[in-house]
C-alpha cells in the first residue's frame, strides 16, 4: 500500500464531503453532516502517516487504495 501524508488524506476527505471543523494545533478535526464519526488527520509537513492510522481513515473517508 502507499503511503500519504496528511495533506494529500485531508484533500481526499474533502473531496469526500468531511468539513473541517476546527484545528487543534497540528490535528485538523473533520465531520460531515449526519454522521456521528469524525476524523482526526494529523498533518505534519510531508511526512507520511502511519499505516495503521491511514487505514483506518480510509475506511471511515471510504478511499480505496487506487485513489492514494
Known amino acids: ?3 500519504v501524508s496528511g495533506k ?3 484533500r481526499l476527505a ?4 468531511w468539513i473541517l471543523a ?3 494545533g497540528s490535528h485538523h478535526i473533520y ?3 449526519g454522521r ?3 476524523l482526526v ?3 505534519h509537513g510531508n511526512q507520511s502517516l502511519k499505516m495503521g492510522l491511514q487505514r483506518a481513515l480510509m475506511m471511515l473517508v471510504p ?3 487506487e485513489e492514494l
Do not use: D, H, L, Y
Not at 14 to 17: C, L, V
Open 8 to 10: 494529500r488524506m485531508a
Open 63 to 65: 478511499v480505496g487504495e
Open 31 to 33: 465531520v460531515r453532516e
Open 22 to 24: 476546527r484545528v487543534r
Open 41 to 43: 488527520i494529523p498533518i
Open 14 to 17: 474533502e473531496g469526500k464531503g
Open 36 to 38: 456521528m464519526e469524525r
Open 1 to 3: 500500500m502507499k503511503s
